[in-house]
């Protein structure tokens, strides 16, 4: 089945710290993958996406995530938090169903928090 | 100029109300989406059109109805609303055709909905 599990539902981190948030899918065909991110009482962001080619792939304000195909991970990385990062972060593949079309499927979100 | 919007933001209402929920993207995107986002953050696919016609239709109870009246706009209309149906909807548009799955979707700002 089509899947993506974050495991992480709640990570704290203080400013200037590095960050890492998991990210698993299970998906049978080759994935496209993306990250995005929820400021409070806002809409989705993307903050970046992989399709193919180099597994680690630069994305917006400052964030990076590497696919690894051996562990069904793509695991989102920035160096230094900054108290504006503060957010829910989101995991989604892109997946077909039936006639072709895609849809995206979504982890259960990671809420990050981050101390002064 | 905004992409993806969605009015109105805010939507408090009695159980057994009918209301609407408006979209426009004007990006030229082909696709349209509603996802619905439940009191645990999680997002999941309740509709799709492409170029006005319903292709994904995920299980949602028949009291909800989508429009698409151009590919620019895609409306979402609830009857009979019950206090199960509080949650943010967001919708969110692509240049999804067949078989395209490498194509990232934008949101709009969700419209958070309480039904009381």
């Known amino acids: 089945a089509q899947s993506v599990t974050q495991p992480d539902i709640h990570i704290t981190v203080s400013e200037g710290a590095s960050l890492e948030l998991r990210c698993n899918y299970s998906y049978g065909a080759t994935p496209y993958l993306f990250w995005y991110v929820q400021s409070p009482g806002q809409g989705l962001q993307l903050l970046l996406k992989?399709?193919?080619?180099?597994?680690l792939v630069q994305g917006i304000k400052g964030f990076e995530a590497e696919f690894k195909r051996s562990q069904s991970s793509f695991n989102l990385r920035k160096p230094s938090v900054h108290w504006s990062d503060a957010a829910e972060y989101f995991c989604a593949v892109g997946a077909l169903f039936s006639g072709g079309y895609n849809k995206l499927i979504f982890g259960a979100g990671t809420r990050l928090a981050v101390h002064p | 100029d905004t992409a993806v919007s969605q009015t109105p933001k805010y939507l408090v209402t009695q159980m057994g109300n009918d209301k609407s929920i408006k979209c426009e993207q004007n990006l030229g995107h082909d696709t349209m989406y509603w996802y619905k986002q439940d009191s645990k953050k999680f997002l999941k696919i309740m509709f799709s059109y492409n170029n006005k016609e319903l292709i994904i239709n995920e299980t949602v109870p028949n009291r909800f109805s989508p429009k698409s009246p151009d590919k620019a706009h895609l409306n979402l209309h609830i009857n009979s609303l019950e206090l199960g149906d509080s949650a943010v909807y967001f919708c969110a548009s692509s240049q999804g055709g067949q078989g395209r799955r490498n194509t990232e979707a934008f949101f709009g700002q969700g419209t958070r909905l309480t039904v009381v």
């Open positions: 992989y399709f193919s080619g180099d597994t």
